[in-house]
């Protein structure tokens, strides 16, 4: 799943480092900031198809007051639950591409993108071009 490139041909090690690279300017404070919290609130982290997901405790309670499931951080994925991060794994995986190909400029751009969506009456989430990327394939 994360080490294919859009075309679904797998990556190659040098661009799989790159990736990671690019999105570390998000990944690592997500990673020094979430990861402690869950592990003093009982919550649990895992590594698997190239990222660190993260859930339970304190994480699912700022999921729940944020009206999210789960949301990635550059190679981190929050999750409320396990099954939260079961349903929403292929979505999550979508803005982690996403993340490796805009790097730390992502989270300006969505902010930015639902901003604007929002100014214009559009809802800020479900017609962010970052989500109808994710939503589209889910399908």
Known sequence: MHNSSPTGK?????WRILAYLWAA???LPALLLFVPIAGLSGG?????????????GWIAVLLRRLGAAAMALGHVILGRDQESLDRSRHHEHVHVRQYERWGFLMLPIYLTASLFLWLRGYDPYLDNPFEREAFGEEK
Do not use: D, F
Request: proline share 14%; glycine share 10%; net charge neutral.
């Open 10 to 14: 797998p990556r190659s090690l040098p």
């Open 25 to 27: 300017p998000v990944t």
């Open 44 to 56: 649990k982290v895992h590594w698997l198809c190239g990222a660190i997901e993260v859930e339970g």
